[in-house]
């Protein structure tokens, strides 16, 4: 008589943790073996749980998901883009209304107040697959975060209601949403739309979902794009509290691996005129999101090229002959202003396929981490501006051994073309330990073993995050001669290396952080003034 009870008991238990046990299955499936592999799976979880609506179970069930993948930067006219930032504009699209809805309204006035003071609104962690949703969206806003920002699916009958006809057939004409193939009535978010505030102006940016939500390095037939991490805005964020960067028409600027183009974005929108822009990146989806992400602040298209950085040849994306390789110094001409790079970084030990395939493009900086930044710095000693002093080549990484022989790689690779350079290197009060950091990047304990092991092998043992300025020494500066140390005698590039003090507000890529700010400002006008 009472074990009928019991046993049901026991039935609602092992149902819930077997579908929990399904969830990581089909995720690890789906980042190893691909989306025909986790299909399967997923539906299996649609059928048990109906009520699961974040956008990374309806895509993984979608089977048309590639072709909707590959709309975005391609779906819809200039007039329909530009109409649909028109539309979020007029919902009130920003950092300070998010930071109201989302904290201000739970009392929590000290997280709305970074949030407003942020570059992006970071904070906002967008739902893996099966989390429990919000309460359904009652406003505009609402609707807009729960489908922009935390990757939830909500009804079309909702959106209809609350952002208008117009606006919701503009979200699958341009690629952003598109009515589930499950459910007619139900609206699943492809890629995130965030709001920026730079300065005193709000940029828009489109990128793909984080990888939380996609769990794949690809998607449909592309490299899936870098999401807008704190590294994606940090090097703007700190290199600008110097004031608005004085650019002009007449400068040139480069972004290499721009992916959605977040970099040079922010960049102009705090340059007073017109400028001469350049992205680069290995990805065909990259170049058309940044295009994309141009034509909706109403910028000028770049010129954008497409290639390998570590090759010696690029060439012209979607031009006539784009099947024309040219060298990248014949791309880039030799009088640069800046260049600007967020570059994969990370020491993958690529040899390790079930490691190497959770890595893609936006985030393997090869096996020592540093193949793309010695193609930077070789690249930088060629194309910098040898006439303008202030021309530079900015980038925001995590660094290898930045206490150890960091500063002989940099004096290795700069070629020399030009004489000597001088660098100034911001990175954390303590690295952390190579330990530390496998633990981090590892998946599973075998994992975590794999990592440390290759960290030793690549001779990594600390590491940090952190932000770069090189510039090519002015020639009345260059008395190396006077160095005690022969070592550094012999060093092509002079490396000031600073630390930012550990603060209650963070580390230096915190996006709220007023104090590695502050401290970045200083050291760059110390810098600027040798
Ligand atoms: C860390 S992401 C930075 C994206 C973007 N700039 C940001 O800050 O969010 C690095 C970018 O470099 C691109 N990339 C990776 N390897 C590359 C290579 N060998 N040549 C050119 N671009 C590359 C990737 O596709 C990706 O868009
Ligand atoms: C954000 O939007 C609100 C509502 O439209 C507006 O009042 C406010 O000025 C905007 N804030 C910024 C920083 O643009
Ligand atoms: C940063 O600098 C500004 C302007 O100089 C100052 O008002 C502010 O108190 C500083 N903040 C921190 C945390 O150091």
Redo the contacts with the bound molecule.
């Keep these: 008589m009472v074990i009928l009870p019991i046993l049901l008991f026991f039935g609602s238990i092992w149902n819930s943790f077997s579908l929990q046990t399904l969830y990581s299955e089909a995720r690890q499936v789906r980042t190893l073996q691909g989306h025909e592999k986790a299909l399967p799976l997923y539906q299996e979880i649609l059928a048990q749980n109906p009520n699961d609506v974040t956008a990374a179970t309806r895509i993984a069930v979608d089977l048309q998901n590639a072709e909707r993948h590959n709309v975005i930067g391609r779906g819809g006219n200039r007039f329909q883009r530009l109409r649909f930032i028109q539309l979020l504009e007029s919902f009130g699209w920003n950092c300070t209304t998010i930071a109201d809805l989302v904290f201000s309204s739970n009392g929590n006035e000290i997280q709305a107040n970074r949030a407003k003071s942020s570059s992006s609104p970071l904070f906002l962690q967008p739902l893996r697959a099966g989390t429990q949703p919000p309460s359904p969206p009652t406003c505009s806003l609402s609707a807009c975060i729960q489908l922009l920002l935390l990757a939830v699916c909500i009804p079309k009958t909702i959106c209809v209601k609350l952002l208008g006809n117009e606006f919701v057939e503009l979200l699958e004409v341009l690629g952003i949403a598109f009515v589930s193939d499950n459910d007619e009535n139900l609206l699943v978010p492809y890629v995130h739309v965030f709001p920026i505030t730079v300065a005193n102006t709000i940029i828009y940016v489109a990128t793909d979902l984080h990888p939380n939500v996609l769990s794949l390095t690809t998607v449909g037939n592309d490299g899936a794009v870098m999401y807008i991490g704190p590294d994606s805005v940090a090097l703007i964020d700190h290199w600008s509290s110097l004031g608005a960067l004085d650019i002009g028409a007449s400068d040139s600027i480069i972004d290499i691996g721009t992916g959605s183009g977040v970099q040079a974005l922010s960049l102009i929108a705090r340059s007073s005129g017109k400028t001469n822009v350049k992205c680069v990146d290995i990805n065909k989806r990259a170049l058309r999101i940044t295009r994309l992400n141009f034509d909706w602040n109403n910028f000028d298209e770049p010129t954008l090229l497409l290639g390998n950085i570590n090759q010696p040849f690029g060439t012209i994306f979607e031009c006539d002959n784009d099947d024309d390789p040219k060298p990248w110094k014949e791309l880039f001409g030799n009088s640069v202003t800046y260049i600007i790079s967020n570059p994969p970084f990370l020491p993958v030990p690529i040899n390790d396929p079930t490691i190497s395939s959770r890595y893609g493009w936006f985030s393997s900086g090869g096996l020592t981490g540093e193949e793309f930044l010695e193609s930077l710095v070789r690249l930088a000693s060629n194309v910098l501006d040898r006439t303008n002093p202030s021309a530079t080549l900015a980038v925001v990484s995590e660094f290898m051994n930045p206490h150890g022989d960091f500063d002989l790689h940099l004096s290795s690779w700069w070629s020399g073309g030009g004489g000597p350079a001088e660098a100034l290197l911001l990175t954390n009060e303590q690295a952390i330990s190579a330990t530390t950091y496998a633990q981090r990047r590892a998946d599973s304990a075998e994992e975590t073993i794999e990592w440390e092991k290759h960290l030793k092998q690549m001779s990594i043992n600390h590491i940090s995050p952190g932000l770069l300025f090189l510039k090519r020494k002015r020639e009345d500066a260059t008395t190396l001669v006077a160095k005690e140390n022969t070592r550094e005698d012999n060093m092509l590039v002079d490396v000031k290396h600073r630390l930012v003090p550990k603060?209650s507000?963070g580390s230096i890529w915190t996006p709220t952080?007023?104090?590695a700010?502050?401290?970045t400002?200083s050291s760059i006008v110390e810098f600027s003034r040798r």
Excluded: I
């Design positions: 603060s507000e952080n007023q104090f700010r502050n401290f400002r």
